[in-house]
């Protein structure tokens, strides 16, 4: 993942959520390139700038003073390629748009902490990434290759000990 633009370092002296209200616009940006679902407020993509202009500095200043609510998770079933079906989560975008910018404000602090052997949810890489590096380590006499899928991992885990330790 590419150094952020912005760190807890950076602007200096700037408190954290005051990074992530000046990235927010820059998130949204991001958020409507992958043009996602709605959420259950039924705000699409296109209606996201619009929304951000009328209500953007509510949104800012409830994120300043801890008054921001993230909204309900819309739960949608989808098909499993071998049957069966898996629950999605599709946040609101207005909430995905503050998860990006929480990303952008922090993240390449955690990524200096990741294996760099792993592919998964991580800006800059991708499954065919995954894909070659395994064949080079088949190419270079290793055996055995991992993949791992924590099945239902966020209903199963403690979210106050998870909360903490973020």
């Avoid at 998964?120 to 006499?141: P, T």
Wanted: hydrophobic residues 40%.
């Amino acid at each position: 993942m590419a150094k952020s633009q912005w760190t807890k370092a950076e602007p200096k002296g700037l408190p954290l959520i005051e990074i992530v209200c000046l990235v927010l616009e820059e998130a949204a940006q991001k958020v409507i390139r992958n043009k996602g679902a709605a959420g259950v407020d039924g705000i699409t993509f296109e209606d996201l700038p619009r929304f951000l202009e009328k209500h953007g500095e509510k949104i800012k200043q409830k994120l300043r003073n801890g008054t921001y609510i993230p909204a309900p998770v819309k739960r949608v079933d989808i098909s499993k390629p071998n049957g069966g079906t898996r629950m999605l989560g599709i946040p609101t975008l207005l909430d995905r748009t503050i998860q990006q910018a929480i990303v952008m404000a922090i993240g390449s602090d955690f990524e200096e902490q990741f294996s760099n052997k792993s592919y998964g949810l991580r800006e800059g890489r991708n499954c065919q990434q995954a894909v070659l590096k395994a064949q080079e380590y088949v190419e270079s006499g290793k055996c055995w290759v991992v993949e791992m899928d924590l099945s239902k991992f966020f209903d199963r885990v403690n979210h106050d000990i998870l909360m903490d330790r973020v």
